[in-house]
């Protein structure tokens, strides 16, 4: 699965991990440019000693008494020599060394000029025709030593230096960002009923179009839901007054008739007219729902409106309610028409679609959680995720227009809290439930009691 990753910390991690590598490449290239300098210097030491003391040699081994025989040269005090020498004639004969000298060092026969062995960097030079050479030798260990040390004094600034670094480049980062940040929070926390633009200002010119075009969009997306909410209201509240007038008119012509077959299809006639009041009615709920009013300027108490429509229920269908309220009160910021409006399709539709033998359920808590239970068939989780569709029925033989609980999504969705729907009920082996907590209303965290 992928996962996508912010820009501010993809650049961070970026840009961190860049400036380390260019820091490291850099000491890497003044660590081997230092260590070439290094060996010229430490080359130019050797020729430099064995043209110092090869004359010094040479005066010393003429005035022997015997032009034979080796000797090694006195040391003023005990110390270990980074440079060793020895001087040997045209055979290899040794005739003088260094008091640290070790002859396997050096090759048998002498050689002029720079060499290399798997230990040591040798030098040599000749005097007297050729007939007497000096070789001075250096232990590649020292070198190798000195080439460390320098490559730490050039890494130890970079303990410092790369943290401090990066602590600007992440800062540099989230004070340029911080803009971006701003606009991608003010689009995350806006509920989905606000379709007010988006604040521009201060975001970089990378982003201004992304912007211009967001608002564009909601601008757009803003006049085609207000024409859809405006066409279902306006036609709903047109058909209003013209279905009143027809069902009163079929109602007084049902009196009229004697015929029982005329009576049977007028009786028909004015249940399609009731359902079809029902239907402008539940129409305009929906269009109230949808159109953003959902939340008022200041909480209310929402348990004497639960109260009251639960006992208006209770007065048309007896003994179906069962009612639980809290001993406090509820404050929410949900508007109590809306709230009522909430209620009313919830109850209705646990009555229209619950068993008839069993009680509905209809509490709420302290903490603003409202829930409304009824028996019956368990309702499948394919069919359970489509009740929140508008017309959408599971089946069932009851009538309806299929959107109660399509009304109380919009209502919840449109306030900020979110509608819960179980299949079976909370503890319960059949029924179905639907709960959302009141005081999630306008963002709210709980309930003010």
């Not at 260590?35 to 050797?46: G, R, T, Y």
């Not at 070198?143 to 303990?159: D, N, Q």
């Not at 109850?347 to 679609?353: D, P, S, V, W």
């Amino acid at each position: 699965m992928r996962h996508n990753r912010s820009l501010q910390k993809r650049l961070g991690v970026g840009l961190t991990l860049g400036a380390t590598l260019l820091w490291l490449l850099g000491v890497a290239a003044s660590g081997l440019v230092a260590q070439h300098e290094m060996n010229e210097v430490f080359d130019s030491a050797l020729e430099e000693t064995a043209q110092r003391i090869l004359p010094l040699a040479v005066t010393d081994i003429l005035n022997r008494e015997t032009a034979t025989g080796s000797r090694t040269a006195p040391a003023l005090k005990e110390h270990d020599e980074y440079l060793t020498y020895v001087v040997r004639d045209r055979q290899g004969a040794l005739l003088l060394q260094s008091h640290d000298a070790d002859p396997d060092v050096f090759a048998a026969l002498p050689r002029e000029g720079f060499t290399d062995t798997p230990t040591h960097r040798i030098y040599g030079a000749s005097a007297v025709s050729d007939t007497i050479y000096i070789e001075v030798a250096e232990p590649l260990a020292h070198r190798r030593e000195a080439a460390l040390e320098a490559g730490l004094a050039l890494l130890a600034p970079l303990f410092i230096l790369i943290p401090v670094s990066l602590f600007g480049i992440w800062w540099v980062l989230r004070l340029s960002l911080r803009p971006v940040v701003e606009f991608q929070q003010s689009i995350e926390s806006r509920g989905a009923s606000d379709l007010s633009p988006v604040n521009q200002d201060g975001l970089p010119e990378e982003f201004e179009p992304t912007a211009v075009a967001v608002n564009r969009l909601l601008e757009r997306l803003n006049r085609a839901l207000d024409a859809e909410r405006s066409f279902t209201a306006n036609s709903a509240h047109e058909l209003r007054t013209p279905l009143a007038t027809a069902l009163a008119k079929v109602q007084r012509l049902k009196t009229q008739l004697e015929d029982q077959h005329l009576r049977k299809n007028v009786v028909e006639i004015e249940e399609a007219l009731r359902s079809l009041s029902t239907l402008s009615g539940k129409l305009l709920e929906l269009a109230k729902a949808e159109g953003g009013g959902a939340l008022s300027q200041s909480p209310h108490n929402l348990v004497p409106i639960l109260a009251m429509i639960a006992r208006d229920f209770e007065s048309r269908t007896p003994d179906r309610i069962r009612l639980t309220l809290p001993e406090g009160e509820v404050q929410s910021l949900l508007d109590p028409d809306v709230f009522a409006i909430l209620i009313r399709n919830l109850i209705e539709n646990a009555l229209k679609h619950g068993d008839k033998q069993q009680p509905v359920d209809v509490s709420l808590t302290g903490a603003g959680i409202l829930r409304v239970c009824n028996g019956g068939d368990i309702v499948p989780p394919d069919q359970l995720a489509l009740l929140r569709n508008r017309f959408s029925r599971y089946d069932t033989k009851a009538a309806g227009s299929g959107l109660g609980l399509a009304i109380a999504d919009a209502i919840a969705s449109g306030s900020g809290m979110t509608l819960h729907l179980r299949s079976p009920a909370s503890g319960r082996a059949d029924g179905f439930e639907a709960e959302v907590n009141v005081t999630h209303a306008g963002g709210n965290s709980g309930p003010c009691t």
